[in-house]
């Protein structure tokens, strides 16, 4: 089992930053893939940004360039800078984690969800 502990939520103004983390333990794999979404209420929950072990990057376009996904892999935690926050970024935070096992089956666990608020 892998746990995922999310931290760095909050309340912050138009145009201002934070920056997430996300520590998974347990049993890690040596090839994995870690990311984080958001759910913004009334809405479908959505890819923010994905890194992989190796250290490529994906991020969905409404982020691009705001956004910063990065990882220190000796700790298993995965980062989300977010700078020039939008209203439209206001959702839950939900951290990601995937890699998979011998069988070749896919094996996903995500967080709690940190709050992210950005509001004047």
């Known amino acids: 089992q892998v746990q995922l502990v999310e931290s760095g939520g909050g309340l912050v103004q138009p145009g201002g930053s934070l920056r997430l983390s996300c520590a998974a333990s347990?049993?890690?794999?040596?090839?994995?893939?870690m990311g984080w979404y958001r759910q913004a209420p009334g809405k479908q929950r959505e890819l923010v940004a994905l890194i992989a072990s190796g250290g490529s990057t994906n991020y969905a376009d409404s982020v691009k360039g705001r956004f910063t996904i990065s990882r220190e892999s000796a700790k298993n935690t995965v980062y989300l800078q977010m700078n020039s926050l939008k209203p439209e970024d206001t959702a839950v935070y939900y951290c990601w984690y995937g890699h998979w096992d011998l069988r070749g089956t896919m094996n996903t666990y995500w967080g709690q969800g940190t709050q992210v608020t950005v509001s004047s």
């Open positions: 347990g049993s890690i794999s040596s090839v994995y893939t």
